[in-house]
């Protein structure tokens, strides 16, 4: 089957099935726009609805409103215009549903892996020893077993983000947004990463929006790909991911996978 045939023009498509109308919709938008300083269109009337427990990538060159459109959904800025829900509630600020990473680990220097961890728990109250059990557990979870009593200074950079990954599961929000959060690392580590990420998501069951400027990695762990033009920000197409789960690195060698890079792309370059 052609893969372009599952495509959806997010743009100008009829009104989806609102959030509070249907329970499996997080995430909705309708006609959302962010402007900065009354001029800069960081998004341009963006409409989507994002099912619960999928795995979504933002793609697109850089400038083109991804991260605005991630920090919307925090609750981090506020739109311009249109609707946007979470849970079938207008955002108007951050919610502890809802999580955030971003491609630098921001660790505290002075704490241990597992204490870093807990911040997001310490910052609500005191850290029960439920609390820190479950500190480790996570670090089981992103295989850092024999490091939650190690300081960041002894961690690789991608042991570091496998503490901030941590650190949002252990925030207990189940909409998780994250901002390229192995960018900053080798193509290696990267890769390792992103195959460890869809084995936790589907783990602890979370509704994931991940941004990249990476064509194939969007497409390797999405169930959809949400792909987006700059100057306006603009959410061009929204493409659906055929592939069956559990991937292996084997299927972005294959002419399917290969041929929805090529569509992603002309999307991209068309514009
Ligand atoms: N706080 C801000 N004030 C003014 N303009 C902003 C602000 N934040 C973003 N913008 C502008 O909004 C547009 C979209 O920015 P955004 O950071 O969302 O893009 P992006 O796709 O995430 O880019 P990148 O991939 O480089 O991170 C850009 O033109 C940017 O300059």
Redesign the pocket.
Known sequence: MNAFSNTIVAADRARPAMAGGDPDIVISADGLV?T??GE????DRATFDIRRGSFVS?V????????????LVAGL?AKTGGELSVLGHGVSGPSSDVAMMFQRPTLLDWRTAVENVLLPTEVKRSATNADRRRAIDLLNLVGLKDFAFSFPRQLSGGMQQRVALARLLQTGANILLL??PFGALDEFTRERLNLELMRIVEDVDATVLF?T?NIAEAIFLADQVMV?T????RLARIVDVPFERPRGVELMQTPEFNGLVGEVRSILGGH
């Open positions: 962010k900065f300083n800069v269109i960081a998004l933002l697109g060159p850089s400038g083109c409103g991804k991260s605005t459109l991630l920090r800025i901002d390229e941004v400027h987006m700059p100057r306006p920000g």
